[in-house]
């Protein structure tokens, strides 16, 4: 940046992943000025993940909450950005779960029972029913409205846009080079009304939101070339493998709790291709294109974290998606940016204020 030239904008965003990114659009929408720094994503979890939008998860098939107005908003958003950049990104697939014991067929029998579930869940598939190249001796099911965004695809392309438009601030944010002044904050040659933090599992460190209750997990995936096509739904064995262009697959994903880094490990490649042995019978030959690993910002009670510090009303938090930002995203940027621009209350469940009584730290 250059010093002999002071910046002034409304919002300096923290972070380009998909939160940072589509919060950014929302305040553009909205008529604000805003900046994005972010280091190229070198501790974002958004370009190392898969994109799933899943909505029914884990052994008890239990919808996402608020899944009537996320769904929507997500098909909207992301349909409305291919226009925008001419690409391709939300491929909508059918998810083909597989049943590992008969508590997971009792689970989906009950759940086929409540009406909010017909739309989502699809009737039990018996081991003849099956793909024959599928895992499934106890059978599975299909998952409807399911399917995934191609976020690096996404995020490529829209840094290209931040950058072309003179928005994107191309460096790490040091937090302790940030000065609070009256009405407003400074950031070297930056004076910002407000900085929103969007910068993933680095907040935990952060010294004005690191006592909110992350739980960071690192996950990896691989990107898999066949030698000869597999089904084009996604399968769900616990792990997973999602159809890209031709003959390549998504396969993940790792689940790291203690080793919270960026770096792929053979461990996890390992693991990984162990499990596509439980996915796909005798698996073709294929070879490695890609392994990435990132850390997913998740949180404590699964919930994102948004709003504003406590006593330094210029800083504020959108952060904590977790695995689900794909589905959750498009419609708490719309809420987030309500919010800073026309003062409209933030969804409980997200607000920080949930968490007031708890420890802050609020010098510097």
Known sequence: MDSQHPISTDTLIIGQGLAGSLLALELEH????????????????????????????????????????LLPAATAGYTSLEKQLKLKLLHQRPMVRLLR???????????????????LLGDYLSAEEMDPRLVAPLG??????????????????????????????DE????????????????REIK??????CDGYKAKDNPWFGHLPFQPDKGEILMLEFDRPLPKQIINGGEWLIPLDGDRY???STHEHEQLDE????????????????????????????HRAGVRPATRGTQPFLGRHPDHHQLHIFNGFGAKGSLM?????????????????????????RFENETTTTDQ
């Open 172 to 187: 790490r944010i040091e937090t302790d080079a940030i000065r609070l002044e009256q009405g407003g904050v400074r950031y």
């Open 30 to 69: 909205h008529g604000i000025n805003y900046l994005i720094a972010d280091d190229g994503w070198k501790s974002s979890s958004s370009t190392a993940a898969a994109g799933l939008i899943n909505p029914v998860t884990g052994r008890r098939l239990v919808k996402s909450r608020g899944l009537e107005r």
């Open 329 to 353: 995203i498009p419609w708490y940027a719309q809420r987030f940016a309500d919010h800073l621009v026309n003062g409209e209350p933030l969804p409980k469940e997200a607000d920080i204020r």
């Open 101 to 119: 014991n008969r508590d997971d067929k009792a689970q989906l029998e009950k759940r086929l029972l409540e009406p909010d579930y017909r739309s």
């Open 250 to 252: 998504r396969l993940g």
């Open 263 to 290: 770096q792929t490990t053979t461990d996890a490649q390992e693991k990984l291709l162990s499990a596509l042995g439980k996915l796909i019978k005798s698996p073709p030959d294929f070879r490695i294109i890609e």
């Open 192 to 197: 910002a009304q407000r900085i929103v933090f």
């Open 140 to 169: 599975g099911f299909e998952q409807f409205q399911a399917g995934f965004v191609d976020l690096p695809l996404l995020l490529t392309k829209l840094r290209q846009r931040f950058s072309t438009s003179h928005r994107l601030i």
